[in-house]
């Protein structure tokens, strides 16, 4: 597995006046068309302090110098069709990427990797919505991606659909923590994570309300054939910022910062990485 592939994987998960009160709801609407345009620069600085002799002399061949900066950029482009309810208050919904680009900068040098973000492009989702907000992935269109794919992707999809804060109300000062635990199989491994995350708001302003947010997390998997086993554990400091009238989060910032400890048969290291993204969210929505 290449270390871009393991960042790649913690990207993933990576991957929300005191008498006023603010009802959050992220539920999608009926007979809409929204168009959004998701932003991502993350920024991670790699140390290797602790690794045998082989593993460093391989990465001194391969022009592989410590600490390392990586920056990650990412744009992607989401077309969510919304229909009529049926006389149950259950919504269908197809959601598109119909672009998705990635590259990483690494010491300075541009590297576009093909994985599996970039191979998202053009995939299709065919959701339904229950009259509470839950999300139900009914089937995933991919021309690139392998039916065990598209099954690891639903499940992941369908815990990051579980909306903590949906139909919450919050006035100043109130905070909302959540625990998700995720377990999910990619490529032989095993992906156990468990995130707390604590959202406070601070302010409403111009229909818009503003909350801290910190996160903290474990992460552990394994890869039985190479006898890896990877054990994280961080936290994130940020803001998310609601729009109140669309029901959308529309702008959420998290400075990581993030412990590693990586086990195999040949070598043994520890990596420390502080991750920056930003993500923007422009919607436009029009009646069919």
Do not use: C
């Amino acid at each position: 597995m290449s270390l871009f592939k393991l960042i790649g994987i913690f990207l993933f998960f990576t991957q929300l006046v005191f008498s006023q009160v603010v009802e959050l709801k992220l539920n999608v609407l009926p007979n809409n068309i929204i168009e959004t345009k998701v932003e991502s620069e993350n920024e991670i600085l790699i140390d290797i302090v602790n690794a045998n002799k082989e593993v460093m002399d391989t990465f001194k061949k391969r022009g592989q110098k410590f600490p390392s900066v990586m920056k990650q950029h990412t744009e992607m482009n989401i077309l969510t069709e919304s229909f009529l309810e049926d006389k149950f208050g259950n919504l269908p919904i197809k959601t598109v990427i119909t672009n998705n680009e990635t590259f990483y900068i690494n010491n300075g040098k541009k590297i576009k990797i093909e994985d599996d973000s970039n191979r998202l492009k053009n995939l299709e989702m065919k959701m339904l919505q229950d009259k509470n907000g839950s999300i139900k992935i009914l089937r995933i269109v991919s021309n690139t991606l392998k039916e065990q794919e598209k099954n690891t992707i639903t499940k992941m999809m369908e815990q990051l659909y579980k909306l903590p804060l949906s139909n919450q109300e919050f006035k100043i000062g109130d905070s909302f923590t959540e625990k998700t635990p995720m377990q999910m199989p990619i490529e032989g491994m095993i992906i156990d994570m468990v995130q707390h995350t604590k959202y406070t708001l601070t302010k409403i302003e111009s229909g818009k309300a503003y909350f801290d947010v910190a996160v903290s997390f474990d992460m552990n998997f394994s890869e039985k054939q190479l006898e890896l086993n990877l054990e994280m554990n961080g936290y994130g400091l940020g803001e998310l910022v609601y729009d109140i009238n669309k029901q959308l989060d529309i702008s959420n910032n998290l400075t990581t910062h993030l412990n590693a400890i990586m086990d195999a048969k040949i070598f043994k290291m520890d990596m420390k990485m502080t991750s920056k993204s930003m993500t923007r969210k422009y919607m436009k929505i029009k009646k069919l």
